[in-house]
Every structure is written in C-alpha cells, then in structure tokens.
Nanobody
Framework: QVHLVESGGGLVQAGGSLRLSCAAT????????MAWHRQAPGKQRESVAG???????NYADSVKGRFTISRDNAKNTAYLQMNSLKPEDTAVYYC??????????WGQGTQVTVSS
C-alpha cells in the first residue's frame, strides 16, 4: 500500500512564500511523475506543476515564474516552492504520483490560504 504524506500548507500574506512537501511511502514501484494539483472552493481541480523522473518540470501558466517544483528521488519526495503568493492561489493542494505501473496515487490535500 502506498501513502502520500503532504505537509507545508498554511496561512500566508500576499507576496509571501510557502514550501509544500509530498513524501511517498510504502510499496511503491519506480515513481515516474510527481505533480501538484489544486482545487479552490467552487472550482474544478487543476494542474499546478509536474516533474518527470528525469527532473523535467512543467507549470501552469498561472504559476510560471513564481512556483518551483523539485524532487528527491532517493527520498521519493516532491517539493513545491511557492513564492510571490497571491490570494487567487488559495486552494487545497494535492500531491499526485504515478508509478512505473502507471498507477496514480493522491495525497489527502493540504490547505494553502493567501490573505490580501
């Protein structure tokens, strides 16, 4: 069984920074992609950033230049460094991992609230 443990969410003022972490534990086979998604109240879940096993990142246009995704393959952990946060970044952030068997796992979500 695989578990994704997210941490790092919280309340921050506009312009501030937060760093999210997602650690994959359990019987996980060869992680392919690690990604962050978010869901704001009343809105659909959207992709924020992803990173391949070869450390190639991709970002949603809305966060380019402000967010940085990275991963530590030895620790099966992904990070999302969020700078210059805006009130519209307020959402529950979910970690997603796809393993070598193309099985997708989701974390429980961590709340990020940006006050104006």
């Amino acid at each position: 069984q695989v578990h994704l443990v997210e941490s790092g969410g919280g309340l921050v003022q506009a312009g501030g920074s937060l760093r999210l972490s997602c650690a994959a534990t359990g019987n996980i086979f060869s992680i392919r992609t690690m990604a962050w998604h978010r869901q704001a109240p009343g809105k659909q879940r959207e992709s924020v950033a992803g990173i391949t096993s070869g450390n190639k990142p991709n970002y949603a246009d809305s966060v380019k230049g402000r967010f940085t995704i990275s991963r530590d393959n030895a620790k099966n952990t992904a990070y999302l460094q969020m700078n210059s946060l805006k009130p519209e970044d307020t959402a529950v952030y979910y970690c997603n991992v796809v393993d070598g068997a193309l099985t997708s796992y989701w974390g429980q979500g961590t709340q990020v609230t940006v006050s104006s």
